[in-house]
């Protein structure tokens, strides 16, 4: 997921995926800085019981019960 839709989420407390473990919902998102790769985006997730965090990058997570659309290359059929 991008940092816009990660924020969307939190907004939404919507439980997320990341590395295949369950978390209750994200509760931060933003940028951390690198002197070699510069701004780095980041979120917080919250475990399941709300006892620790876990900082990801957003791009290997997933909103729980989310499936990716994955257009064919097949056309549709033609109505006649």
């Known amino acids: ?3 816009k839709e990660a924020d969307e989420a939190a907004w939404k407390f ?3 995926i ?3 473990i369950e978390y209750k919902r994200i509760t931060q998102t933003g940028y951390r800085y ?3 790769r ?3 985006p980041f ?3 919250q475990s399941k019981y ?3 965090v876990t900082y990801a990058d957003p791009a290997l997570c997933k909103v729980k ?3 990716e659309y994955e257009p064919k290359d097949e056309q549709p059929p033609r109505r006649t």
């Open 1 to 3: 997921m991008t940092l």
């Open 14 to 16: 919507l439980p997320v």
């Open 18 to 20: 990341h590395d295949g």
């Open 34 to 36: 690198d002197e070699r």
């Open 38 to 40: 510069g701004r780095i």
């Open 43 to 45: 979120v917080q997730l």
């Open 50 to 52: 709300g006892n620790s």
């Open 65 to 67: 019960g989310f499936i």
